[in-house]
């Protein structure tokens, strides 16, 4: 019965709509699907955005929108980037930047290549090790506070137990010598796995019959750690690295739950800074300048990075 | 001889990685643990670490103190939400662009990338007036459609790299049998994604979770999830630290537990797929 309905609907529908139709199903359809996408994206980070751009270029104060606002032109950007306190804050997020990338690089290639196998209970540490990336970068940032604490807390009570030092004679998110490698540290012990994880991927990922090759040519166990590991990786790790980065120019719950940019203004992270700018002192338009600079900072790098990852994919 | 060499080898290898583990988790433990303390052992020098009054007041007197399961409960709504939301959004997109490739598909696929370099603080102001003019702000339907805005780039970006996983032909052939788009979707491809599916779910209920920056910038008390509850602990003044302790706990347990029941998934997840 049903079927016969099927058949009169197929034949009372013209050719040329059936064609139409299927000819949705292509590349319409994958058009129709996009496009929510785009335009959320568009509308939550584009517009935005260009708002944003339009402000930096006026004397606007979100608290005093009242008061009439001036199109001030390249004012704002002038002020930031000859502005001695920006550069400061500019040099702790390089510091912190390039100190956790190098650290969880060199820890999580090192232990990654160390393990590369499995061994008894490979599942439950992985389980460990992922712990601490699950956790939301506030808390984190809210009981280190208490290992870090001189006399009590567990960080300074190891150090002391390792080098024989009083524990409660440095203080790491106190002293201005030691609160930029406080936060380096917290950063590190957070992301290390993720960066060991991706290169144990990658290490993994090698097939065994290639070192027997070169085991075969009597390639030294120098040499092919040279020519076959690490080439093989570094896609992986580059990968990691580009997350990383990124992530870490943002940073910003993490270091203000830990040390609030203190002491003075030694962690005092770009993000931060931002966040003082547009939010303490109000100066909407100016901020807006600092976080397009900040964006195309970001963007530039990024674009570099991914040109030479992907000239190293190419390899 | 060469077995006794392979079976000393692997015994350090066990030995390194399972000090590392143990060197990992055990901040995350010492906080657990002092969450069980009085205050006064909890600032006692040296620490103790099992033989101490294990005692619950501190649990009772923080829920007494910012009423947790308010915020917890928000916590479920807003990352569960955005989670949905997002993926009802993402799925057809990846689709789409993984199966029926364009020329311009790579460049889509960097520029929803680049959206997430903007530091947060620098759309703040415009989202905020926003938000304010259509009185979103301190609702939970507000931080859902942010929070979905803010990671539907990396959904859609990982989805895609399953999808692109799966071959072509098997869609050709299910094709060839007469399956139509939806016997498609239903049958071929959902069965053969729920693994990467699954994965950035969890991924992305996690980040929605740990969402610090505009949870606390977009809600008061109405709507603060337990990142924004977990900052009114931040500068502990006087020594509360076994309060502090027991806030992080309460804050971190759902996800732990969460973490503990789905291992590969989340490993899978949280490695952008590297891992399988």
Redesign the interface.
Known sequence: MSGTVMERAANATPPKLARQIKGL???T???I??A???F??L???????I??IR?SFTNFR?NRANLETKFVGLRNYERILTDSDIWLTMQATAHFLFWTLFFQVLIGFA?AW??N?K???N?L???????????????V???????Y?P??G?FN?AIAFLTGAD?SSFSMIGEVSLAPWSIVIVDT?MW???VM??C???LRSIPDSIYEAAECDRASKWRQFWTITVPMVLP?LM?AVL?RG?EN??M??LVV?LT?GGPGSTTEL??IN??RE??EKWR?GY??A???I??VT??GL?SIY?KALNKVKER | MARAVNNKRRAVVTLIAWAVGIAIFFPILYTVLTSFKTEAEAVASPPSFLFFDWTLENYAEVQERSNYFLHFLNSVVISLGSTVLGLIIAVPAAWSMAFFPKKRTKDILMWMLSTKMLPPVGVLVPIYLLFRDASLLDTRTGLVIVLTMINLPIIVWMIFTYFKEIPGEILEAARMDGANLWDEVVYVLTPMAIPGIASTLLLNIILAWNEAFWTLNLTAAKAAPLTAFIASYSSPEGLFYAKLSAASTMAIAPILILGWFSQKQLVRGLTFGAVK
Do not use: C, E
């Open positions: 199903s292509d590349k359809i994958a058009w699907f996009v929510p996408t785009i959320l994206l509308a939550v980070n584009i517009f935005p955005l708002w944003t402000l979100v232990l160390l393990i196998r061994f008894k209970g599942d540490w992985t389980t460990i090790i992922v712990l601490p990336m699950m956790l939301s970068p506030a808390v940032g809210n009981f280190w506070t208490f290992l604490q006399q009590i567990l009570y524990p012990w290390t796995p993720f994880l991706i144990l991927a990658g992986f990968l997350f990124i120019f943002k910003f719950d739950q609030g770009t993000s931002l966040k547009a939010f909407t901020a807006s600092y976080a397009i900040l964006f970001v963007f990024a991914v």
